[in-house]
């Protein structure tokens, strides 16, 4: 009986270390993204994100964005984790590709 024990929690750590690799890996997303949005903004301000999806079968994310100090609606955003780059352009051909 206890032969089987062995290949069990071989198991539940294997989908342990796959399903908690990837809450931390999006977890680190949302800040690169808030970091680059405060880049681009060239502001100290907190970022917060909202309406994020997933695009492109995980490849992209499409949101919105606000500062701390912004009052206004949220303004939207597109992330590609390919390259790592952030779009705040809702004229740029890859946000209008990705989100619309």
Same mark, same amino acid.
């Given at each position: 009986?206890?032969?089987?024990?062995?290949?069990? +929690?071989?198991?539940?750590?294997? !989908?342990?270390?796959? !399903? %908690? %690799?990837?809450?931390?890996?999006?977890?680190?997303?949302?800040?690169?993204?808030?970091?680059?949005?405060?880049? *681009?903004?060239?502001?100290?301000?907190?970022?917060?994100?909202?309406?994020?999806?997933?695009?492109?079968? *995980?490849? %992209? +994310?499409? *949101?919105?964005?606000?500062?701390?100090?912004?009052?206004?609606?949220?303004?939207?955003?597109?992330?590609?984790?390919?390259?790592?780059? +952030? +779009?705040?352009?809702?004229?740029?051909?890859?946000?209008?590709?990705?989100?619309?």
């Amino acid at each position: 009986m206890h032969n089987l024990y062995i290949p069990v +929690v071989a198991i539940l750590v294997a !989908f342990a270390i796959i !399903f %908690g %690799g990837q809450a931390i890996s999006d977890s680190h997303v949302d800040d690169d993204i808030k970091s680059l949005i405060s880049a *681009g903004l060239d502001t100290d301000d907190e970022i917060e994100l909202t309406a994020i999806k997933e695009v492109q079968k *995980g490849y %992209g +994310v499409c *949101g919105d964005y606000k500062t701390t100090a912004q009052r206004e609606k949220a303004l939207p955003f597109y992330y590609s984790k390919v390259n790592e780059r +952030v +779009v705040l352009d809702t004229d740029s051909r890859s946000y209008k590709r990705h989100c619309e």
